[in-house]
């Protein structure tokens, strides 16, 4: 198998941003030339080669750093529907050459003040200080352990700085008691529902309210979204404020498309002052999906992994990222978004495992209208032995009409809707609504009796008012559930 993809080299080189001496210019110079057919390296300075299996993930149009995003297939990305997903050729790749478990490690965010420069000085400076003859002893060693291991001083140090530390294990959360209602209930074995509830796309406060009022009774806590398909509506955390104020538990999303590092954690240390302690952090739709003018879509400052590590570092180790120490450090109960059709389940499961090992607590998943193909992602999962660190709510979406079917199937990543289930949308005429109610508990009652599945996720897409019925019919009542008065 060649080690060496030609490469399109899709986006173009970064260039530095101060002006280097002349040496480190000649290097880099010779590093571009070098890097940039065989592996189509953009010059991130931070190089990652070793563990994505010599694929360069910054030809991935949204620069993600730790894996696929959630709408990842084997055919082609889709931000860019004109080339392949890096990250599925990184993965399969990965697989063929016996690699996969390098795929675990947290690897860290850009640092930009070495952006556009060289990466062999760095690599140069490590086998200096450790020892040029004791490196090429290692390297040049039958033993593939100790060959292994010498290659590993090398290069870990260059790709892991002091400031990340990024690793491939498991970190247990470093606290005992519940730090929200949701936590104590999963904690407690219960089997919850969560729901998301639209922020609005005004000023007017009022829908949202009375939504959270309407669902409340029914969930364990309400999701508010994060700019769904990179369009404004109003904040994750003033919407989750609100229904703090409401007396309702909230999950509060926050996309990493539109944070930078600095923002991120400014976010949730005010979060955490309003009140939130459930926080789900995603890398966020596209810009592509947003309508004109596109923003930028080639690189995001941090990816939802990236973003789970800082969480739970500032929460279990009391460090911002740069290293600083905080007196009083946050305490948030952590989720994620699980992606059980975006690619092969094998691969997700990986993907999966890393989000938990960065500090992931909890996944909603993606809209699931296959049990069987969700069945084949959890049984991954449970060979990778991590079904017992997170809590794994399942994304439920009742549909609507046949037209909201079509488009959840053909146009929104990670949905994968049978044909038998469209037919039925198709063919219900005008009981559209009722029909997609009907598949909805058909699902929830096959689901729930999966290994692994501590609860469901329903995200009704504005269609709120069908709460209450879907989680009574089904059976979901929460415990403790007291019927609200009719007003
Ligand atoms: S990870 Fe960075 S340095 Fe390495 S090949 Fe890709 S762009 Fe180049």
Same mark, same amino acid.
């Given at each position: 198998?060649?080690?060496?993809?030609?490469?399109?080299?899709?986006?173009?080189?970064?260039?530095?941003?101060?002006?280097?001496?002349?040496?480190?210019?000649?290097?880099?110079?010779?590093?571009?030339?070098?890097?940039?057919?065989?592996?189509?390296?953009?010059?991130?300075?931070? &190089?990652?080669?070793?563990?994505?299996?010599?694929?360069?993930?910054?030809? &991935?149009?949204?620069?993600?750093?730790?894996?696929? &995003?959630?709408?990842?297939?084997?055919?082609?990305?889709?931000?860019?529907?004109?080339?392949?997903? =890096?990250?599925?050729?990184?993965?399969?790749?990965?697989?063929?050459?016996?690699?996969?478990?390098?795929?675990?490690?947290?690897?860290?965010?850009?640092?930009?003040?070495?952006?556009?420069?060289?990466?062999?000085?760095?690599?140069?400076?490590?086998?200096?200080?450790?020892?040029?003859?004791?490196?090429?002893?290692?390297?040049?060693?039958?033993?593939?352990?100790?060959?292994?291991?010498?290659?590993?001083?090398?290069?870990?140090?260059?790709?892991?700085?002091?400031?990340?530390?990024?690793?491939?294990?498991?970190?247990?959360?470093?606290?005992?008691?519940?730090?929200?209602?949701?936590?104590?209930?999963?904690?407690?074995?219960?089997?919850?529902?969560?729901?998301?509830?639209?922020?609005? =796309?005004?000023?007017?406060?009022?829908?949202?309210?009375?939504?959270?009022?309407?669902?409340?009774?029914?969930?364990?806590?309400?999701?508010?979204?994060?700019?769904?398909?990179?369009?404004?509506?109003?904040?994750?955390?003033?919407?989750?404020?609100?229904?703090?104020? *409401?007396?309702?538990?909230?999950?509060?999303?926050?996309?990493? @498309?539109?944070?930078?590092?600095?923002?991120?954690?400014?976010?949730?240390?005010?979060?955490?002052?309003?009140?939130?302690?459930?926080?789900?952090?995603?890398?966020?739709?596209? =810009?592509?999906?947003?309508?004109? %003018?596109?923003?930028?879509?080639?690189?995001?400052?941090?990816?939802?992994?990236?973003?789970?590590?800082?969480?739970?570092?500032? @929460?279990?180790?009391?460090?911002?990222?740069?290293?600083?120490? =905080?007196?009083?450090?946050?305490?948030?109960?952590?989720?994620?978004?699980?992606?059980?059709?975006?690619?092969?389940?094998?691969? *997700?499961?990986?993907?999966?495992?890393?989000?938990?090992?960065?500090?992931?607590?909890?996944? *909603?998943?993606?809209?699931?209208?296959? %049990?069987?193909?969700?069945?084949?992602?959890?049984?991954?999962?449970?060979?990778?032995?991590?079904?017992?660190?997170?809590?794994?709510?399942?994304?439920?979406?009742?549909?609507?009409?046949?037209?909201?079917?079509?488009?959840?199937?053909?146009?929104?990543?990670?949905?994968?809707?049978?044909?038998?289930?469209?037919?039925?949308?198709?063919?219900?005429?005008?009981?559209?609504?009722?029909?997609?109610? *009907?598949?909805?508990?058909?699902?929830?009652?096959?689901? @729930?009796?999966?290994?692994?599945?501590?609860?469901?996720?329903?995200?009704?897409?504005?269609?709120?008012?069908?709460?209450?019925?879907?989680?009574?019919?089904?059976?979901?009542?929460?415990?403790?559930?007291?019927?609200?008065?009719?007003?």
């Amino acid at each position: 198998m060649p080690i060496f993809s030609p490469s399109r080299r899709w986006q173009p080189p970064f260039m530095p941003f101060k002006r280097e001496k002349f040496s480190k210019r000649a290097l880099a110079a010779l590093e571009k030339v070098v890097k940039g057919p065989l592996f189509g390296c953009r010059m991130c300075g931070n &190089c990652l080669l070793q563990e994505t299996s010599f694929i360069c993930p910054m030809e &991935c149009p949204k620069g993600v750093r730790n894996g696929p &995003c959630g709408g990842s297939t084997a055919e082609h990305c889709y931000v860019d529907e004109t080339r392949p997903c =890096m990250w599925y050729e990184i993965y399969d790749r990965a697989f063929r050459m016996g690699r996969e478990e390098k795929l675990l490690e947290v690897l860290p965010p850009l640092d930009w003040d070495k952006v556009g420069t060289e990466t062999w000085g760095d690599v140069f400076e490590q086998v200096k200080h450790l020892g040029t003859s004791k490196v090429f002893k290692g390297i040049m060693t039958k033993d593939s352990l100790s060959r292994a291991t010498t290659w590993d001083m090398v290069f870990r140090p260059v790709r892991q700085p002091d400031w990340w530390e990024g690793d491939s294990e498991y970190h247990a959360p470093k606290y005992e008691e519940p730090v929200s209602d949701l936590e104590r209930r999963l904690k407690a074995g219960e089997f919850v529902v969560t729901s998301e509830v639209m922020p609005p =796309m005004t000023v007017a406060t009022g829908k949202l309210s009375r939504n959270i009022d309407m669902v409340k009774p029914y969930v364990a806590a309400i999701n508010f979204t994060d700019c769904p398909s990179a369009t404004p509506r109003m904040s994750s955390w003033a919407c989750s404020s609100t229904a703090i104020n *409401q007396n309702a538990e909230p999950v509060m999303q926050i996309a990493a @498309r539109d944070r930078t590092r600095v923002g991120l954690q400014a976010e949730v240390l005010g979060a955490y002052n309003l009140g939130i302690r459930n926080i789900l952090c995603l890398s966020g739709d596209s =810009m592509n999906m947003a309508s004109e %003018p596109k923003g930028r879509m080639d690189v995001i400052d941090l990816d939802s992994v990236q973003m789970l590590w800082i969480l739970r570092r500032m @929460r279990d180790e009391g460090k911002y990222l740069d290293g600083r120490e =905080m007196k009083q450090p946050p305490q948030y109960f952590l989720g994620a978004a699980a992606s059980p059709f975006a690619s092969e389940p094998k691969f *997700q499961a990986i993907r999966e495992h890393k989000k938990i090992n960065a500090g992931a607590q909890f996944f *909603q998943t993606n809209l699931v209208y296959d %049990p069987d193909h969700l069945e084949i992602w959890l049984n991954e999962l449970a060979k990778r032995n991590i079904l017992d660190k997170v809590y794994i709510l399942i994304g439920i979406t009742p549909l609507k009409n046949y037209r909201m079917a079509k488009y959840m199937n053909d146009d929104v990543p990670g949905v994968y809707i049978p044909v038998p289930l469209l037919k039925r949308m198709e063919d219900a005429g005008d009981n559209e609504a009722e029909e997609g109610l *009907q598949i909805a508990l058909e699902l929830v009652e096959k689901i @729930r009796k999966l290994q692994g599945v501590n609860g469901f996720h329903i995200m009704a897409v504005g269609w709120e008012e069908i709460v209450p019925r879907l989680v009574t019919e089904a059976n979901l009542l929460p415990a403790g559930f007291v019927q609200p008065e009719k007003v």
